[in-house]
């Protein structure tokens, strides 16, 4: 015959098996009670379940201002297991946590970004729950949604910032003024995101206690994010708001995630005009002034290679300035095209069309391409370095040398003018003897420098031709950068402070501000 016994005679039994157990092994262990047998409804125990889940159900109704919000909120609606309540509360990894959360204003943030003071407040109500008014499972709930919340914003920033630069730096202005949509899109470098995988990574090592590991392993990681730190840090400390304000910006761009300059590199800062060419391999470097896009026609920020060097280049006119400058103001004006030296050549026969046989649609029609021709007085001067990008625009020469000495040199239509091409051409060009360089020197208009190439000069004098377009390969894997940076350091690793001729600064300040 089965014997069945009573529910309330076998939790008896276990309670006195529990007690006898403990006393025979020496160890002080807590009581079960019977509210804790009827509480253990999950895996992750919480004080009721259910309840605290209802909780969170409420919160996750209201709008997320970012996506590490949208995955809280996607993560519990879809019964995600517990991070921060276990069977006694809340776990020590939410101490964790509220430590490192303490401490955002050493990076340039605001515990209020985080949640801190609420945590902190829902926190020590849990914990002294007798004195607490608000029922204690609300409170858990609240908790767990928003320490979750405040983690995860507070990963994702520092593994991929705060702010995401291409939702932020295009579009900034209107489609009626600039219809092209390279003239709105600033930012053209890929930039690495914060995605769901890394979110589930983030939320089991939350989970595991290992918080101070991955925090370690997400944390910013160029030395340029070190440097700026400490000059925040010093700025707050002699109450340099602006100083500080300016570090706190570039701090921001240095935790983007997209590649940094290294090995051989040309990297151009837009905000101070100016240019760097690196090899470190040699332990070689070139500096150099610039002249940037005007601020109708700003220089993108773009990541690329150096494909091909091109002497006395031709310029074909972007259809941009066809249609903004040229057709509205100059359609039939032959002297306007003599003058530039600008042909009109029609793309199905290759042939040359007098600009008094088009009118100003036609010129807009895109059958049509104007094309200044090569040699001085050229807009792209004698020399042009050209890489792969979605906005065509190159490192240069120039035919207006004077703009060099301007303090802003935001002058262009979105290319960079270079101070000192050539040079730049035999950096990068790295196996070139001296009269391959006479030779370039030559075909650019400039005197030759070797016995040889004077040699060659006198006994073959200019015939005032115009000069042969040539193009040459670069194979020297030399990436280009196009960045943007109104602090940074100088040759000797000291902080300089550069104008905001773009007013981008003050774009990323406010999202900074708004999460």
């Not at 190159?394 to 091409?421: M, Q, W």
């Not at 050539?422 to 400039?446: C, H, P, T, W, Y």
């Amino acid at each position: 015959m089965k014997l069945i016994l009573p529910k309330h005679l076998l939790i008896i039994i276990l309670l006195f098996v529990t007690l006898i157990s403990c006393q025979e092994n020496g160890r002080h262990e807590q009581f079960v009670f019977m509210q804790d047998i009827q509480e253990w409804n999950l895996p992750e125990y919480s004080l009721k379940s259910r309840q605290i889940r209802n909780e969170i159900e409420q919160l996750t109704q209201g709008e997320p201002k970012m996506y590490a919000d949208a995955f809280t909120k996607k993560y519990y609606t879809g019964k995600g297991h517990f991070i921060w309540i276990t069977r006694h509360g809340i776990g020590g990894n939410a101490d964790t946590l509220l430590a490192y959360l303490r401490n955002v204003e050493e990076d340039a943030l605001k515990p209020s970004s985080f949640l801190v003071p609420i945590i902190e407040k829902n926190l020590q109500q849990l914990r002294a729950r007798e004195n607490s008014k608000e029922d204690v499972n609300k409170l858990a709930g609240k908790l767990e949604f928003q320490l979750t919340r405040a983690f995860l914003r507070y990963a994702a920033g520092q593994r991929y910032g705060y702010t995401h630069p291409s939702q932020l730096l295009n579009n900034i202005e209107s489609e009626k003024s600039y219809p092209e949509p390279s003239q709105r899109h600033h930012f053209g470098i890929h930039i690495e995101a914060a995605t769901d995988s890394f979110y589930l990574h983030a939320l089991k090592e939350a989970q595991a206690g290992n918080l101070g590991k991955f925090f370690n392993e997400i944390k910013p990681q160029i030395p340029l994010y070190k440097t700026l730190k400490r000059d925040y840090l010093a700025a707050k400390k002699d109450t340099n708001e602006e100083r500080a304000r300016l570090a706190r910006i570039n701090m921001e761009r240095a935790r983007w995630r997209y590649p940094r300059p290294q090995g051989k590199y040309i990297w151009v800062n837009l905000a101070g005009f100016e240019l760097t060419a690196v090899n470190e391999e040699k332990d070689s470097i070139l500096q150099m002034r610039i002249c940037g896009g005007a601020i109708a026609h700003k220089s993108p920020l773009l990541v690329s290679k150096i494909a091909r060097l091109e002497l006395n280049p031709y310029w074909n006119i972007p259809p941009s300035i066809i249609r903004h400058e040229i057709a509205p103001l100059h359609t039939g004006d032959t002297t306007y095209f003599n003058r530039h030296r600008y042909r009109i050549i029609d793309k199905r026969t290759q042939q040359s069309v007098n600009p008094l046989a088009l009118s100003a649609s036609q010129l807009n029609s895109g059958q049509y391409v104007i094309r200044q021709e090569n040699g001085g007085g050229n807009s792209l001067g004698r020399i042009i370095f050209r890489f792969p990008n979605d906005y065509s625009v190159y490192l240069h020469d120039t035919n207006t040398p004077s703009a060099f000495r301007l303090k802003t040199r935001a002058v262009s239509h979105g290319c960079i003018r270079l101070e000192k091409p050539l040079d730049l051409a035999f950096f990068i060009m790295e196996n070139l003897d001296s009269i391959q360089q006479d030779r370039i020197r030559m075909e650019v208009g400039k005197a030759p420098l070797t016995e040889w190439g004077k040699k060659y000069r006198a006994e073959n004098p200019p015939t005032g031709e115009r000069p042969k377009n040539r193009t040459y390969p670069v194979e020297t894997n030399y990436a280009v950068f196009l960045d943007y940076y109104t602090l940074y350091p100088n040759r000797e690793g000291i902080l300089e402070e550069h104008p905001d001729n773009y007013h981008y600064d003050a774009i990323i300040e406010n999202a900074l501000d708004c999460f």
